[in-house]
Structures are given as structure tokens and as C-alpha cells.
Nanobody, 115 residues
Framework: QVQLVESGGGLVQAGGSLRLSCVASGSIFSPNVMRWYRQAPGKQRDLVALISSGGTTNYADSVKDRFTISRDNAKNIVYLQMNSLKPEDTAVYYC?????????WGQGTQVTVSS
């Protein structure tokens, strides 16, 4: 079993910053790719950023140069540093781990950006 627990969300004004954390436990195999997704009300869940065990990263165009994904492999923690937040970043943010055709998700953490 895999458990993913996100934290760090909250309410912030536009232009502010938040750092999300995702603690992974259980049957986490390496190497792997960890991902952050987000889902706004009434919209589909979209990929925000991903990071491999080796540190290779990729970002959605909408967050490039504002968000930074990082990880601590020893502790199985993935971070998402979010700067210059915009109201359109408001969503529930989810951590994701995929293995053997199974997607594992955390419970999500709400990020609300006020204008």
C-alpha cells in the first residue's frame, strides 16, 4: 500500500507564496516520478509539475518560472514551492505516485488565492 499526505495549503493574497509538502510512505519503489496535480472546481485534474528520482523536472506552461518542484529522496517527501501566486492557481492540489498501472493519490490540500 501507498500513502500520500499533502500539507501546506491555505489562503494567500495574489503575489504571495506557499510551499506544499507531500509525504509518501508504504510501498514506494525507486526510481520513480512524483507528480503534483491540481483541480479547480468544475474542471479536470491537471498536471502541474513532476520530478524524477534523479531530479529531472517538468512543469505546466501556466506555472513555469513561478513554481518549483523538489524532493528529499531519503525522506520520501516532495515539495512544491509556489511563488507569485495568481487567483487562477486556486485549486485542490494533489500529490501523485504511479506504479504498475495504479495511480495513488493523497487527500489533497486546498490552495486559495485572493485577488
Amino acid at each position: 500500500q501507498v500513502q500520500l499526505v499533502e500539507s501546506g495549503g491555505g489562503l494567500v493574497q495574489a503575489g504571495g507564496s506557499l510551499r506544499l509538502s507531500c509525504v509518501a510512505s508504504g510501498s514506494i519503489f525507486s526510481p520513480n516520478v512524483m507528480r503534483w496535480y491540481r483541480q479547480a472546481p468544475g474542471k479536470q485534474r491537471d498536471l502541474v509539475a513532476l520530478i524524477s528520482s534523479g531530479g529531472t523536472t517538468n512543469y505546466a506552461d501556466s506555472v513555469k518560472d513561478r513554481f518549483t518542484i523538489s524532493r528529499d529522496n531519503a525522506k520520501n517527501i516532495v515539495y512544491l514551492q509556489m511563488n507569485s501566486l495568481k487567483p487562477e492557481d486556486t485549486a485542490v492540489y494533489y500529490c501523485n505516485y504511479w506504479r504498475l498501472a495504479i495511480d495513488y493519490w493523497g487527500q489533497g490540500t486546498q490552495v486559495t488565492v485572493s485577488s
